[in-house]
């Protein structure tokens, strides 16, 4: 482990570490308007919700580490109160990118990036017409995080109105999140596209796994089996009973597989090819026979 006191770094070098560590993050193409109407468009990685009563965003255009300067979306923010929040889909990656250039004050990054002007219904800032989700948001509050280059500012925002593209619901209206194609940034130059990695756990708030601490020792201290498999293992609620366990070992024999001759690695590595494609339950019955 290569250990550090935050202090003992440069400011560019521990925002390396940072952006690479906490990645990838979502990113808010944030639509604002300056004092005298002008509109501006920005990327800002920063961001996550944190509220669903209130549903709040919050995002973070930070101080630049170069010169200290501050972002024209942070100083309209703090005029206006007021800022769309469009997210950033694979098609529009690179208009996003593009409208990260630190264009003068004033200059439209709509243009620059070749990208639709949308009026919104409640705030004066326009949405991104290409984003599949666009919220329009209210200004609540601006914390400022510090006064030096790389000092981060919160910028807590309220949705008040929320557009979702039919292009990305289902019949019930729910987003499809392959549809959606969200983008995320990573450290450096890095993105990332999210339909290309996902993957599901059945979420542990339904059912009262058992524990990892729960589980027999040859189980939990087995030199097969990694973290994950233990996590599935310990996520079910209840073990098999003697009878489903008699049951399996039975239907295995009509397969000519005899598991009692196995050994007790053999069987670990079996279990583990169960629970490559999600069957902790015959992973279970066949740790327990
Ligand atoms: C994908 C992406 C994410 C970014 N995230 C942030 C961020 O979270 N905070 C920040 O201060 N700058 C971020 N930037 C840089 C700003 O977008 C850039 O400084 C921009 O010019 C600010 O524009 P403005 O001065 O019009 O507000 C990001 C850039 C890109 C391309």
């Known amino acids: 482990m290569l250990t550090f006191d935050p202090k003992d770094l440069s400011t560019g070098k521990l925002h390396g570490y940072l952006l690479s560590a906490v990645a990838p993050r979502p990113i808010a193409f944030a639509s604002t308007i300056d004092e005298d109407g002008n509109p501006n468009l920005s990327p800002f990685s920063f961001f996550n919700v944190f509220s669903a009563n ?30 769309v929040i469009n997210v950033v889909n694979y098609e529009l990656v690179h208009q996003a990118s593009l409208s990260s250039t630190e264009y003068d004050k004033g200059i439209n990054e709509f243009d620059k990036a070749g990208l639709t002007m949308l009026k919104s219904d409640v705030v004066k800032p326009f949405r991104v017409a290409e984003s599949p989700v666009q919220m329009e ?34 019949e019930n209206d729910l987003i499809i999140q392959e549809k959606l194609d969200l983008v995320a940034r990573a450290g450096g130059s890095y993105y990332n596209r999210a339909k290309h990695g996902f993957f599901e756990i059945p979420k542990p708030l339904q059912t009262l796994g058992i524990g990892i601490d729960a589980m027999p020792k040859e189980i939990k201290n087995s030199m097969i089996f990694t973290g994950n498999d233990l996590g599935m293992l310990g996520n079910v609620e209840a073990l098999p009973t003697a009878e489903a366990i008699a049951d399996f070992v039975k239907s295995i024999g009509e397969h000519h597989i005899n598991i009692t001759e196995m050994s007790r690695r053999q069987k670990h590595k079996m279990a583990q090819n169960y629970l490559s494609y999600g069957d902790v339950e015959s992973a279970w019955k066949l740790l327990l026979s």
């Open 54 to 83: 209130p549903p709040i965003l919050i995002f973070s255009p930070a101080r630049r580490v170069r010169d200290n300067s501050v972002k024209h979306t942070l100083e309209n923010v703090e005029v206006t109160r007021e800022v």
């Open 137 to 170: 948001c209210k200004v609540n509050d601006i914390i400022k995080l510090g006064t030096e280059g790389g000092a981060g500012n919160l910028v807590i925002c309220e949705v008040v109105k929320l557009h979702i593209s039919k292009d990305v619901l289902d």
